[in-house]
């Protein structure tokens, strides 16, 4: 299995709501990451969990929250953001030295 | 830092053209070089690595040379088709106190017409 599944595909979220975006790999990868991807752009990355622990946060807003429940599953809680946080946000994970993306969540905020 | 710099696109080619697409990096060490492709409304998708220096990375066509020398990792594909219109990015492996990143360049478009 090399898949990496992010559900939604798609949301569409105010900006008082509250909404999670999730992640899950059965890759047995101990390094899973969250990048934001705006149009033409290249993924910027935001966090990294190793071995279930966040290593990485790279200043990214309060209102972006992330959780790793096991080595499986990465969470991304979004609470009170803005329309300029709407893009495209992957999860990735790696192995060796490569990483696997996710076909990403598309977030517009309204 | 280390750094990764593309050609800048886009790159507009007739099918079965050449397809030559610039990168070189910035970096202290030796990092892996990575190229990724990403097609319009998808996630990246890993297309060729190259851990050491003289490695190819090959795949679909595709190959890539990691080149110390010039610090250099371009994309190559002898003939290509439209179904490859896509953006690509050129990436390294940086490895930090707190864990691995990815430096991507700012991508390339690439579009090919029938």
């Known amino acids: 299995d090399t898949e990496v599944t992010q559900t939604p595909k798609h949301l569409v979220m105010g900006m008082t709501n509250k909404k999670s975006l999730k992640c899950e790999q059965h890759?047995?990868?101990?390094?899973m990451y969250w990048y934001k991807q705006k149009a033409k752009k290249p993924p910027e990355l935001m966090f990294v969990?190793?071995?279930?622990?966040?290593?990485i946060n790279e200043s990214v807003p309060s209102r972006f929250s992330p959780e790793c429940p096991n080595s499986s599953l990465l969470n991304l809680h979004l609470h009170a953001l803005q329309p300029e946080d709407s893009a495209l946000y992957l999860c990735?994970?790696?192995?060796?030295?490569?990483?696997?993306f996710g076909q990403g969540t598309r977030l517009t905020v309204v | 830092g280390n750094s990764v710099t593309q050609m800048e696109g886009p790159v507009t080619l007739s099918e079965e053209a050449f397809l030559t697409i610039n990168c070189t990096y910035t970096a202290t060490g030796y990092p892996s070089l990575f190229w990724y492709v990403q097609y319009p409304g998808e996630g990246l998708q890993l297309l060729l690595k190259a851990t050491k220096a003289d490695d190819k990375g090959s795949n679909k066509g595709f190959e890539a040379t990691y080149r110390k020398e010039t610090t250099s990792f371009h994309l190559e594909k002898g003939s290509v088709q439209v179904s490859d219109s896509a953006v690509y990015f050129c990436?390294?492996?940086?490895?930090?106190?707190?864990?691995?990143?990815?430096?991507f360049g700012a991508g390339t478009i690439l579009r090919v017409k029938s």
């Open positions: 990436a390294l492996s940086e490895a930090g106190e707190y864990g691995n990143k990815l430096v």
């Open positions: 990735a994970t790696r192995g060796g030295t490569e990483a696997f």
């Open positions: 890759m047995g990868h101990r390094a």
């Open positions: 969990y190793s071995y279930e622990k966040l290593s």
